[in-house]
């Protein structure tokens, strides 16, 4: 119940693609939806995050989607490019402060 | 600081031996966390202070694991007779307010822990 499932595990985009990385849920307690940028060396730090009252949020190239019926959410990354390859994690949060983490997505960026 | 900052940043120890594991966090910063993440996964949760408060230890794998911030700011993280199973690297996150809030989590670089 306090698993985030992360998929795929890891992703290969073309320069300018899409990015896609799908997470899922079952607690529904969770209340907070993030999700991590981590390049090597450095710790995560937050890309974007929703509150489940809320379909979608964009901001710059970035967008979560999130289908509060599926338990699912997902990260879209719109034209992509080499300085986003770095490994992407989801998480939830519940009560304000615990975060449980997806196992992570390495993405790759093509030139 | 201009951001949580971690000492060492690697450090190997043998089997057996005790080590000790700095975090400093953003000056004001009232929470502070601790995280494990293995080789390839994501952070694990271990503990939680508000204040010098320790609030949720519930991810602490064992009792040699203990976490303390005796004054509210630095935070030390000690794993006792060290085992393989804990190479792993250590991150320590604060934010700004307590934990009903929906602050954002400012993480460290981490510490490599390496037990031989």
């Known amino acids: 119940q306090q698993q985030v499932k992360q998929s795929p595990q890891s992703l290969i985009v073309q320069k300018g693609g899409i990015s896609i990385i799908n997470c899922a849920y079952e607690n529904t307690a969770f209340d907070y939806f993030p999700w991590y940028q981590q390049f090597p060396g450095k710790g995560p730090a937050l890309l974007i995050a929703?509150?489940?009252?809320?379909s979608e949020k964009k901001e710059g190239r970035f967008t979560i989607s999130f289908n509060k019926s599926a338990k699912q959410f997902s990260l879209h990354i719109m034209d992509s490019q080499p300085g986003d390859s770095a490994t992407y994690f989801c998480a939830a949060r519940a009560g304000g402060f615990k975060t449980i983490f997806g196992a992570g997505t390495r993405l790759f960026v093509k030139a | 600081g201009a951001g949580v900052s971690q000492s060492p940043r690697y450090k190997v120890a043998k089997r057996g031996q005790d080590v000790a594991l700095r975090c400093d966090p953003i000056?004001?910063?009232?929470?502070l966390f601790w995280y494990q993440q293995a080789l390839g996964q994501g952070p694990e949760f271990l503990t939680y202070?508000?204040?010098?408060?320790?609030?949720?230890k519930s991810g602490l794998p064992s009792d040699r694991f203990f976490a303390e911030r005796p004054e509210g700011s630095v935070s030390t993280l000690k794993i006792q007779r060290t085992q393989q199973e804990d190479s792993a690297v250590y991150l320590c996150?604060?934010?700004?307010?307590?934990?009903?809030?929906?602050?954002?989590?400012?993480f460290g670089p981490g510490t490599r822990l390496t037990v031989l």
């Open positions: 996150a604060s934010s700004m307010t307590s934990g009903l809030e929906y602050n954002e989590q400012f």
């Open positions: 202070f508000q204040n010098e408060a320790q609030l949720d």
């Open positions: 000056s004001g910063h009232v929470s």
């Open positions: 929703i509150r489940p009252d809320v």
